[in-house]
């Protein structure tokens, strides 16, 4: 369900390395258009010489497609205001459900959930790509080894780019109606790295937040001038995405829009952008641990910086994901460089990488060795992928816990919408308040 961009990661996956354990028998979605992209895709990747000819239906007959092509589970990858209604209807209709994050966008949504797992008892998969890339993988290892102590603060700073975080402010992530705003859409992510690492459930939250520099007010401020509505045919403007560029967006996006009109280039200082480009948190944990947290979505490079005090020491995590906004030689810049690890390259001020340094109390600091990641999102989707599709066939369960269930998302999720209650009030906002206290 949703055949945009993010969905090609799970069709690629089912029609090629995961083939002999899954089968693609259905697309569901609003645009025709997009469908038939990713049909077009199966067919060839499948070698049937031609598209594959799946059925196509409409989200209004999700029922009616999981009874006719017999399916066993439905992948969700609809914009995020959507991802609880469609949930609760697929396991309601007896199927199995995986879930891009973020899980929902309200309490309320987060409550439905929480009500339709217990009322089906079907399974929900939360696809947290980041728990499985090495690096967080092995900041978790160090944490449950002991070598900190018990953790009793986490600093959390995570930038995006020019080009990766203005993205956000083109599409229809832009609306904090659909999104929820990146303290949801995005750091969901970031919220449920900590709540992993930690081993901890969140308990209060405090937040700041503000749109300072995308949206159109701000370009007024700054004299930008007269903006053009679209990327698309605006020239060699930095902050435009022209979809004649690159020929997936064109397919996916340019060429399907007279189906329902979405436009996927606005101008990021365009009106109506309600979400915030600059965010700040304190998170009160149950155990008494306590997090700051920052995300700016207009920053020169791109990565994040962890560090996690303990009784016994300290340990710092630095990634470097893109060095700088750098123009390749065709004049463009991958969206996203955490996905695209094979991007253009950057100065050596500021190299990519990670680095993994363990400082005990009377101690020297030690770098501690990551295992090199292979793909998209710092390593994460591959591995992500098998525990997907072939976590049934494992021989032992993962010491490092890193598949997701529904509880995880609520948790990941609940410290963003308690963020957005923060933000309306002046206020901490407790977990309690959100009546999600159950599940964190």
């Known amino acids: 369900m ?165 993205d956000y402010f083109r599409r229809w992530h832009r609306q904090r109606e659909n999104s929820g705003s990146l303290l949801i859409h995005k750091a969901a992510h970031h919220f449920d790295l900590v709540n992993w690492w930690l081993d901890d459930v969140p308990a209060r939250v405090f937040a700041s937040a503000g749109l300072q ?35 997936r967006l064109k397919a996916l996006y340019l060429d399907a829009e007279h189906h329902d009109g979405y436009l996927r280039d606005r ?46 020491g300290r340990a710092e995590l630095t990634v470097v994901e893109r060095g700088a906004v750098l123009i390749g030689e065709d004049g463009e810049v991958v969206l996203d460089a955490s996905a695209n690890p094979d991007g253009p390259g950057v100065t050596t001020s500021r190299p990519e990488g990670e680095r993994l340094v363990v400082q005990r109390h009377w101690g020297a ?14 390593g994460g989707d591959a591995i992500l992928l098998m525990d997907v599709f072939r976590r049934d066939l494992r021989l032992s369960d993962d010491p490092l816990g890193r598949a997701a269930g529904y509880l995880d998302g609520v948790r990941a999720v609940a410290v963003g919408i308690a963020a957005n209650e923060s933000l309306a009030s002046g206020r901490a906002v407790t977990m309690e308040e959100l009546g999600l206290a159950p599940a964190v």
């Open 267 to 312: 101008d990021v200082f365009g009106p109506g952008i309600d979400i915030y480009d600059n965010m700040s948190l304190v998170v009160d944990y149950r155990s008494g641990a306590r997090m700051s947290y920052s995300l700016n979505a207009h920053s020169p490079w791109e990565g994040y910086t962890v560090a996690v005090n303990g009784t016994e």
């Open 365 to 378: 600091a030690e770098g501690i060795p990551v295992p090199a990641g292979i793909g998209g999102h710092g």
């Open 2 to 166: 949703g055949t945009g961009h993010r969905s090609g990661m799970y069709v690629s996956a089912i029609t090629g390395d995961h083939a002999d354990v899954a089968e693609l028998v259905a697309w569901c979605d609003t645009n025709p258009g997009r469908m038939g992209v990713y049909d077009a895709e199966a067919g060839d990747a499948l070698g049937l010489g031609g598209p594959a000819g799946l059925p196509q239906y409409g989200p209004d007959d999700l029922e009616r497609m999981i009874a006719e092509q017999r399916v066993d589970a439905v992948v969700i990858t609809t914009p995020d205001y959507t991802h609880a209604g469609f949930v609760t209807r697929a396991q309601a209709a007896g199927v199995d459900v995986v879930v891009e994050k973020p899980l929902a966008t309200t309490a309320g949504q987060c409550r439905d959930i929480i009500d339709s797992v217990a009322a089906t008892g079907r399974d929900l998969t939360m696809t947290f790509n980041y728990r499985y890339a090495p690096r967080n993988s092995t900041l978790r290892e160090v944490i449950a080894s002991g070598a900190i102590g018990t953790p009793t603060s986490v600093h959390f700073e995570w930038v995006l780019d020019t080009v990766h975080g203005a």
């Open 213 to 247: 520099f995308y949206g159109a007010a701000n370009a007024a401020a700054r004299g930008l001038g007269e903006r053009p509505e679209r990327g698309t045919g605006a020239g060699r403007d930095p902050w435009a995405l022209d979809l004649t560029r690159d020929p």
